[in-house]
């Protein structure tokens, strides 16, 4: 699942975005990631029937993830709501033939910003407003190698298995 | 797979010049024998080996027994500031390092925090330089080292070394500059400086890689970092890059001869480039230092975009320069030295830096102000942040 | 200048393998990006590189994530003895290494004194073995690390790195061997030997200078020894030396391929040349283990002459070997190793080392029998102390 | 007059050494050096009127030492003793176009071994025979890059600049 660099489908939907934009009468909108992290999604959806039937999102970040938002709007078109919301990163990352390591929480970010936007809807239609609870304090680390989040306790990335030390 | 590529990434490798590359070429097959061996054959490599030792001193206005030869500028400069702290921890055991620091000079002096020793951080201005008084300030009695940049490889700021490195001496405390940004850009005399410790690097002089140098002022005694037999007189063990050493000697001689005329038309180059830039693409931070800088290197911020993205935007065009530095890129963090000069964190994401070289010409430049403003506006346009 | 040059000194040089020498041209000046780099141009030196950790972590048996690239067997040395003694402190701080160690792994070790360890030699027998009893003897509970080398450059003999490493890992200890001379003349399975680390280097492997590697059994943590971005993981700063890897990458492959049939070659070669030297010239040593050792190694001691001049008095004939190990022959001393063994100093003064490689020839050995048993005996007829 | 490698001049004398072999009836003997260190010369100098009329050597060393040895056996010869006693290493290293840093103490070894002949012949002359006192404790270590010897408080080699740390 791990690339030593961007497949060529990966490129393919950078340099080609496919359902960018927004939806002014979306149904749904999740906004995932923080632009001072270097990453932001928002996924627009339209449903009908239990289905998603329109997709745009925006995306502030790297290339990959601009290609994830562009396959997952792709993956979740047409499909059910719970089907979207079962869309795991893995799933996401094997559609594109995989990504680099250090790129793996962009897919991450991807299923997250489908799904927040799931809820969203969700949350609409049964009237409550959704209230995100308190951040938990950050009790990780971040693999310099791969980006992703370790326990704070790790020595070695549960991912890729770089080094975690502080001095290093 | 392009046409043709625009190759504006000097600071993070060089081709090897074609001169190195015709002399390093009998190193590798023919006289191929280990310089510490006793015989005629291993005196004709240690005979090359001092060749180039004479060159690359020559280009930094030192003595050839004040070069160490070493595999990289990292290792140079962990060499640098470990050896000298743990020889001189009797005189102190605090170490100041700029903010903007390359990560081998931060993560040395990291190291040594481990093995009791106290390290600071001397910030820097909006530009990216130290400031003469800030230093004065933060030094104290038991200063070993101070350790500044002569030249920001991200932001191109040139600092004002000579002032900071008299000030750190009049403290007694010795001085180190990483010299692999500016070496080979500027003239680097490591007596007008007045620097204790100089790095250097192959990687951006049209060296092989694989090879980089320190500047240890004669007398000064460090420790070695990597221990062993007698090669580079004690100083660094192993054996050496033959070819790589020898190429670095006559990239040093070359670069000597050339730097009188390939600082006006790097300077001009840029100087278009910039211009260029700053007025197609709106919301530009131009970062740095405008005036006192490196003259092939133009560093900008993008406002609402993300630095990556646009460095592959432009590599489909068969454009190519990177996003912060090099050696740390592939590490997602924001860049520390855009964080130091007071850039807002989502600002600092958009960054390209574009380093040139005396073959890069004007057309390559002009195509560059015709693709960055359309690449730009293309990933503003799938930006959530970006409102015009 | 000689006609014809006989070149047995291959444990301080190899020429660059011809397959590896056209595998490595296109890094210099082509594809001389930096692997580090975000764009596709780095990427594919990125996997280049990635493809040389394969080829090498199949040599040895290990997993390409096991292997560390380094500038040099010495700084592999380096960081595996400083680096796990660092790391693992609160483990114990006693050090055992051989006797008869490589300086990288000696000065390692002494300089981890410094910071407060503790080094003992292991003594070896005078066929230069490490008795398992000596070393289960030796070990204490706050022994953190072993260090024995597989195969001595000096003397060629082999130890039973399988038996030693398991009788440190019943003591909880780390065990790191020095295969620089081994690797490439005899199967060296990390899995089969049981170490933790492993030390191997360009040097004796046809590969290019500048490069060599560090096996770090999955999961273990050391402290690195340069510090800086994030190149080998992290575990190892600075831009990596591209065509040595990729050389040594090569090498690896080729030299797997090789190894079935380069042994029994080198060994019928040597034992002709070990039988001549010895029939022919009285009063020689020959050192080390007569049956485990190197395939390719002869190595003697001739009494009543000194190591250097017998090279050169050969070299003028062009025959080349080596007195003693090339890293420290400038160093007047006489060898530690000869010492460790238990020769009177003044025989082991008259070392010769000898190492072949599979384009060596019988003609060749045949020429060196002839002209050995002259050059000995010139020597000894201007010796004070050479009595018939 | 330190070179990278040796001379034409020193490999000359080096494969073709002049007046090897000893005198059996030698007016002086002179021995230094000492085998255990891998250097070690014999000199036996035959005295006429106050003048070295014949000289020999034995010696067991480097290529360094075997051409000094020889190319003192040269200057030596027809100097009265004054003058042989007052040849010093510099101008031994000088005839030889220079040596080595690190073979540097060859030379000395051939200026001593020269001196000690003809000590050696002035004790037998004045009939008193030759005690030498009692060796001093070493205060001194070897550079391990040049061979010379320095102060055991010296950090630097006095003669090459090398450092000379116990550590490294
Ligand atoms: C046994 C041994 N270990 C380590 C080394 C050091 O290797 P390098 O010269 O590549 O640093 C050598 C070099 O000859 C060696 O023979
Ligand atoms: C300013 C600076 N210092 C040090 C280094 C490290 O040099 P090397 O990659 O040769 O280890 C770099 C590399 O880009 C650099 O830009
Ligand atoms: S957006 Fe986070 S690295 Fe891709
Ligand atoms: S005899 Fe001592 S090194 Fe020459």
Chains 1, 4 share one sequence.
Not at chain 1, 115 to 124: F, G, P, S, T
Not at chain 2, 13 to 40: G, H, K
Not at chain 2, 58 to 69: M, N, S, V
Not at chain 2, 230 to 242: D, H, L
């Amino acid at each position: 699942m791990f690339t030593e660099k961007y497949t060529e489908k990966v490129l393919e939907h950078f340099t080609h975005p496919r359902n960018i934009g927004t939806l002014e009468d979306a149904d749904g909108v999740g906004e995932v990631g923080n632009p001072a992290c270097g990453d932001m999604m928002t996924f627009y959806i339209k449903v009908r029937d239990g289905r998603i039937v329109d997709v745009k999102y925006k995306t502030f970040g790297c290339v990959a993830a601009i290609a994830v938002a562009s396959v997952v709007s792709e993956m979740a078109k047409g499909r059910t709501l719970e089907e979207a919301k079962a869309l795991r990163n893995e799933d996401i990352a094997r559609e594109l033939g995989g990504l680099p390591k250090q790129k793996w929480h962009c897919s991450v970010l991807g299923a997250k910003a489908l799904k927040e936007a799931i809820l969203d809807y969700e949350a609409r239609i049964s009237g409550q407003s959704r209230e995100k609870g308190p951040q938990k304090p950050r009790r990780k680390q971040t693999c310099p190698d791969c980006g992703i989040e370790n326990p704070i306790t790790a020595r070695f990335c549960m991912q890729c298995g770089a080094p975690l030390e502080k001095e290093s | 797979m392009k046409e043709r590529i625009i190759y504006l990434d000097h600071a993070a490798a060089t081709p090897v010049l074609p001169e190195v590359w015709e002399a390093i070429q009998p190193y590798f097959r023919d006289r191929f024998w280990n310089p510490s061996v006793v015989y005629d054959l291993g005196s004709e490599i240690r005979e090359k080996i001092e060749e180039a030792r004479a060159r690359v001193a020559d280009l930094i206005g030192a003595e050839a027994g004040e070069i160490i030869f070493t595999s990289c500028g990292a290792e140079a400069n962990n060499l640098a500031i470990k050896g000298l702290a743990l020889a001189h921890s009797q005189k102190g055991r605090r170490i100041l390092v700029s903010a903007i620091e390359h990560h081998s000079v931060l993560n040395s002096a990291r190291f040594l925090e481990r093995l009791g020793f106290e390290m600071a951080l001397i910030p820097v201005d909006e530009k990216g330089r130290v400031n003469p008084e800030t230093l004065q300030k933060m030094l104290t009695p038991d200063t070993v080292l101070v350790s500044v940049a002569h030249a920001s490889n991200e932001i191109g700021t040139i600092q004002d070394i000579r002032t900071l490195a008299e000030i750190a001496h009049a403290n007694g405390s010795f001085f180190h500059t990483d010299a692999v940004a500016s070496v080979g850009q500027i003239p680097v005399r490591v007596q007008e400086l007045g620097v204790d410790l100089l790095t250097l690097s192959g990687i951006s002089l049209g060296a092989p890689k694989g090879v980089g140098a320190l500047y240890l002022r004669k007398g000064l005694r460090i420790m070695p970092l990597i221990h062993g037999g007698i090669q580079e007189r004690g100083w660094r063990a192993g054996t050496e890059n033959v070819p790589g050493i020898i190429g670095l000697g006559v990239a040093a001689r070359i670069l000597k001869e050339r730097l009188p005329r390939k600082g006006p038309y790097l300077r001009r180059l840029r100087d278009r480039l910039v211009e260029g830039v700053l007025s197609r693409v709106p919301r530009t931070y131009y970062t740095g230092d405008p005036e006192r800088r490196l003259p092939g290197h133009a560093s900008f911020c993008f406002e609402g975009i993300e630095g990556e993205a646009l460095v592959f935007t432009l590599a489909a065009y068969g454009i190519y320069g990177n996003t912060g530095s090099a050696c740390a890129s592939k590490a997602l963090k924001t860049s520390p030295v855009l964080r130091a000069i007071g850039l807002p964190e989502v600002v600092a994401q958009g960054s390209l830096v574009l380093t040139l070289e005396e073959w890069n010409t004007e057309e390559e430049i002009e195509r560059v102000l015709e693709v960055l403003p359309q690449a730009v506006a293309r990933l503003r346009a799938m930006s959530p942040i970006w409102k015009e």
